[in-house]
């Protein structure tokens, strides 16, 4: 196993966020290109077999997933979206929703907020806060060499 992929369960395991109510599903909302599959947009990459192993055992255990991504359909055009969904259904991996929330969380607000409620989100383009608080102590002393 990788260290990121330890990392990741860990923080899963161990996870105690408490904005989501204890009755609530956990939620993790995951990007497609980058991170369920090797970026090759407009293609499909090649599958990240660990994430979606680990995502597939996450839902059985009660997770709801989301998928959250850019791709979209164009109506006289490419099916960007369709295809990852389909691509995802394929391979074993059916979402509670795409690019939305959750009915469970459209409910506990009263509308559809705008943007994605989740108790983890996975993209190959994000950053934690730690790694925040590494880049302004490294960017902090490149600026006063």
């Known amino acids: 196993m990788k260290r990121w992929e330890r990392k990741l369960d860990d923080m899963i395991k161990t996870d105690t966020s408490n904005y989501s109510n204890v009755n609530k599903p956990k939620i993790l909302a995951v990007d497609f290109d980058g991170t369920l599959v090797q970026n090759k947009f407009p293609d499909i990459g090649e599958l990240n077999v660990y994430l979606f192993e680990l995502i597939k055992s ?3 255990s009660g997770v709801k997933v989301i998928l959250w991504t850019c791709r ?3 109506e ?3 099916k960007y979206l369709t295809d990852a969904i389909n691509f995802c259904s394929e391979n074993g991996l ?6 939305d929330n959750i009915e469970d969380v459209k409910q506990s607000f009263g509308k559809n907020p705008r943007k994605i409620l989740a108790d983890w989100y996975l993209d190959d383009k994000n950053i934690d806060i730690a790694t925040c608080e590494m880049v302004q102590t490294i960017c902090g002393k490149e600026q006063r060499n």
């Open 58 to 60: 996450l839902k059985k």
């Open 72 to 74: 979209t359909d164009y």
């Open 76 to 78: 006289d055009g490419p």
């Open 94 to 99: 059916v979402f509670d929703a795409v690019n």
